[in-house]
C-alpha cells in the first residue's frame, strides 16, 4: 500500500484546495442530492491514502466560531481527496450532535479541514505521558477495549488545556474516566496535524499557527 500523506509533506497551496474541496462536496451534495465526483484538477499528492477531519463552525466573528458538525479518518482508509470529500458530507450532515446543514446555513459557516499523521504510541508509564506531546501539534487517541477517542490538536488550544487535562479529556472523549490515562492498560497515541480554514464563510484560507495560537491565548489569560 501506498504509504500515507504526511501533514508536513503539503504545500499551502494543497492545503487550501482541501479545504475547498470540503466546501464544493457540501455545496454540490445540496444543490444535487448527489456526490461530488472526485475532481480531475487535484494536486497527485491528494490521490494518496490519507487521514483528514472536516470541521464545521458557525461564524460569529473572527474570535468566535460555534461547532457545527465534525467527521473524520484517524486511519488512511481512502485517499486524501475521498476522504475530505466524503467526511465533509458527514460532518455537514451525519454528525449526530446536531441537525443535516441546510442551504441557509452556507453563508454563515466556515470549514476547516485537519490532516492527520501516522498514530505514534505514546509510553505505558502514565508519568511519562505528559511530556510526551507538545499543545498545539499533536491530536491524542485514548484505546481500551470497545473504547476509543479522539481529539484533534486545535482542542486543547481554543479551551487552554495543560498537557495532564489533554490526556484527561480525551479519556473522557472515549467514555472513560478522566483517570484512565493514569492505567499503564490503556493505550494513548499521539499524531501531528496540520489544519487549514476559511478565515471568513467562503473566504480566504490560512493555516493556522497552532502552538502559536496557544502562546497567544495563554498569555492573554494570565494577564487577565
Given at each position: 500500500m501506498t504509504e500515507q500523506v504526511r501533514p508536513e509533506e503539503l504545500s499551502p497551496e494543497e492545503g487550501e484546495y482541501l479545504v475547498r474541496l470540503a466546501r464544493r462536496s457540501v455545496e454540490h451534495y445540496?444543490?444535487?442530492g448527489e456526490k461530488l465526483p472526485l475532481p480531475g484538477d487535484a494536486p497527485s499528492r491528494l490521490g494518496k491514502p490519507g487521514a483528514a477531519f472536516v470541521t464545521i463552525t458557525t461564524y460569529h466573528g473572527?474570535?468566535?466560531r460555534e461547532l457545527r458538525g465534525c467527521i473524520g479518518y484517524v486511519e488512511p482508509v481512502k485517499s486524501l481527496l475521498e476522504a475530505v470529500r466524503d467526511v465533509a458530507l458527514e460532518a455537514a450532515f451525519n454528525d449526530p450532535r446536531f441537525p443535516p446543514l441546510n442551504p441557509d446555513e452556507l453563508p454563515r459557516v466556515t470549514f476547516e479541514v485537519s490532516v492527520l499523521g501516522p498514530l505514534?504510541?505514546?509510553p505505558r508509564r502514565p508519568e511519562e505521558r505528559p511530556g510526551s506531546f507538545r499543545?498545539?501539534?499533536h491530536g491524542l487517541v485514548a484505546r481500551r477495549g470497545v473504547f476509543q477517542g479522539l481529539l484533534l490538536p486545535e482542542v486543547p488550544v481554543e479551551y487552554l488545556w495543560d498537557p495532564e487535562t489533554f490526556l484527561a479529556e480525551t479519556c473522557v472523549k472515549a467514555g472513560m474516566a478522566p483517570s484512565c490515562w493514569l492505567d499503564p492498560e490503556t493505550e494513548f497515541y499521539r499524531f501531528s496535524g496540520r489544519v487549514w480554514r476559511e478565515k471568513t464563510p467562503r473566504g480566504e484560507v490560512e493555516e493556522r499557527d497552532l502552538e502559536e495560537e496557544y502562546?497567544?491565548?495563554?498569555?492573554r489569560y494570565l494577564r487577565g
Open positions: 445540496l444543490r444535487t473572527p474570535e468566535y505514534e504510541p505514546l499543545i498545539g501539534r502562546r497567544r491565548l495563554l498569555s
